[in-house]
């Protein structure tokens, strides 16, 4: 996709990544791709908002020279230093020797740790503003949106916010660059919450710092750094991240995520039993493997919804790994405060009931229920699975 105007003299010159199976090397995007949004303004300085990663250095050049040639940018804005935002800086550098490097002071730091640069380079204060003819660019910190150092970029008289990683989402863009014209936003809106509970959830509280700092700005166009562009209803995305971050501490909704681990089946039959159950009750219900799905797109169903039931056959004395793995990334992404219940099988001993005890305490998950059947499931087990399912249910609903 060639560069895109967004307002007179700002353009889209980002990189939509169809090649790349993982972000940040662990989550997966091979089958919903992801963008790296770079944004030129032309003007009488001309700036480079974000870059890419190395591999994608090409691209963005391609992308930068429609419009201009890149030797000839004055600015490269670093809102943040994340290598998929600066993997290329080191190259770009030396093809655009006259530009200067902006970006918050810790940013600053980081270019040198990260790439030995530490010429041209600027720290820019938050509420700074740079004039570029025509343009005027305000920085505002923003830190932990999503490192330290990060910052938001904003164009005054176009009133575009660079948002950097806040308001982005994962999803390769198709055909067009702007929210507003896509009939059906729902892929790319599921994509923003699997990255925002993937990427951002454990700042939540800092995401809603900066939508209150920015609050009296008269944004028109948000341009984040990854997913969509939003022009003709930005509050909407700004609106879904301030929704998302508030189930980090506040109510999230109704529903149950069931997920399991099995090595031979009885656990997954218990758990389309418990499943009936939930649905049965009337909650929506949504059933994951733990060996089979990944946990990114675990994650949002659990950071969403109140009700968690964990399925686990025990293994080696403790749970299936898959779902330690998953509770484990749970517990790092902070996602506390749900309402849980527990169901397993054991071949004698037993042990995943009793770890998973000790993990729901860390996570102050409050456990309602919690229940183990012997070897494979009779009928009655299967029976009895649905109506500790339907309870469960029941009880979110009081
Ligand atoms: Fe898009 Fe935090 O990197």
Redesign the pocket.
Known sequence: MPAVEVRPGIYWAGVNDRTSDL??GFWPVAREGVS?NSYLIDDEKKALIDITSESLLESLLSQIATVTDPAGLDYIVIN?M????TGALRALRRLAPRATLLGSKKAVEMMESYYGVTEGVRAVEDGETLSLGRNTLQFFSTPFV??PE?IMTYAQEQKVLFS??GF?GYGALQGSIFADEYADLRFYEEEALRYYTN?VALFGKQVLKAIDRLKDLPVEVVAP??GLVWRRNPGRIIELYRTWAGYATGPVEPGVTVVFGTMYGNTRAMAEAVAAGVAGAGLPVTLFDAARVHPSYILPAIYSRQGVVIGSATYEGGLFPPVRNLLSLVESKRIVGRTAAFFGSRGWGGGARREFARQAETLQWEVVDAWEMQGGPTTKDLQEGEEFGHRFAAGLRR
């Open positions: 972000f940040e790296h943040h994340e290598p998929d935002h999503h490192w990060t950097c990683d982005g990427i750094s990854h």
